[in-house]
């Protein structure tokens, strides 16, 4: 059993080793056994290996503890350690102007106070709700809106100060019928216990946003773009942990110019799986960007392009994101950026970090389009796949240190998993089920 620290020692050492498995099996990754056959589910809902099961915790349309109903399309989700043994889930919701009837509020409800913006009279219904959990039980004590008014709200990630960032994955403004201009990140603390007040962090830049990550070292943000030609960015903060002070937004760049685009689609292979290249960053002017050009400035001066960067996790001194539809297949692929031990900087130029192409899928039916991801308690990555075929077939898929993949769990209804994630202890996984919202705790031997 690997804990966090190992998984990223012994991805490290056998990096050369899962890129010689891949080319063992001519071209296609390698395949590890997981936990054993997935056994079919009685209801239909999601099968599961051997020894693990699950309970169904919330889902659409439930009364909430503030009087408002569970929304739909459940998407990132993050989970905390509060007081008293309890834990908070904080769940996005991906929901835009034309949901509002699949939203938290009723019909003709007033819009409440802190709403970010709203469609006519109504509130935009994308946000985020919490929910209180006992511990030992998982009961849910307290379902909750945290955050209203914003437009799908994708993914995000978890703080070192106990909240959720909140990711809006849209570029809307007032010519598409709208009273403000989105492609946000916004703060819900993971105690709030009610609706927030919701705040832009506008210094850290408007883009088609999918989620971010938090070097607990530094306070330094990572964030992805799911765009087919999207960056890889990150904010420094004038004051770690204090992100609506403002600071400096940047886009990642290879010191090999010759590796300006990550996705591997053209005839020529730039990034072999496996390979590791230095990077520097490249600070991007008005990060507001009201022309939604942030992307496109940042390439042309010189930012790597990256395929639909979608997941985001941090682990111990480096992260992980997928780009789903990244590689000659187009399946996805998983990158790994090692921070330099001077992240941000002066002295980064002369010891820069480090990205590297973990993995890269050839074969639908062993990895697609993986989007969400996390690490298990046993050092294996947790990836949600995204599949977008007539008959989707989506799977959390297990990727081991050596790039093996496996099926973890298979969705048996037409939706995706999303924002999985793992409670503080290790002994349970939370995931959503896209729509019609579930969201499930799982537990067995991680």
Known sequence: MLNRRQFSMTAFAFAGLAAQS?????GLMATASGYGPLQ???AGLIDLPPGFSYQIISQLGEPMSDGYRVPDRADGMGCFRLDGGKLALVRNHELGPKHVSSGPLNAGAAVPEGTFDRVGDAAIPGGTTTLVLDGDTLAVEKQYLSLLGTIRNCA??????????????????????????HGWIFDVPADAGKLVKAEPLKAMGRFVREAAAVDPRTGIVYMTEDRDDSLFYRFLPDVPGSLARG??????????????????????????????????????????SPADDLRLRGATKGAARFARGEGIHWGDNELYFTCTSGGPAKQGQIMRYRPSHYEGTAQ???????????????????????????VAPNGHLIVCEDQYEDTVDNHLRGVTPYGEVYAFGRIRVQTEPAGVCFAPDGKTMFVNLYSPTKTLAIRGPF
Not at 22 to 26: F, K, P
Not at 250 to 268: E, G, H, P
Not at 269 to 286: A, C, E, K, R, Y
Request: glycine residues 10%.
């Open 348 to 374: 980064e130029r002369s010891n820069p970090g480090r990205l590297q192409l973990f993995l890269e899928s050839t074969d639908p039916a062993q990895y697609s389009y993986g989007d969400n991801l996390t």
């Open 40 to 42: 079919n589910d009685p």
């Open 22 to 26: 891949r080319a063992a099996a001519g």
């Open 247 to 288: 600071g400096r937004l940047q886009a990642l760049a290879f010191f090999d110019k010759s590796i300006a685009d990550s996705r591997n689609w053209a005839s020529a292979v730039v990034m072999q799986p496996g390979s590791w290249h230095f990077t520097n960053w490249i600070d991007l002017d008005d990060p507001e």
């Open 156 to 181: 995000g990630g978890v703080t070192p100060w106990n909240s959720w960032l909140s990711c809006e994955e849209s570029v809307a403004g007032p010519a598409d019928g709208v009273g403000q201009s």
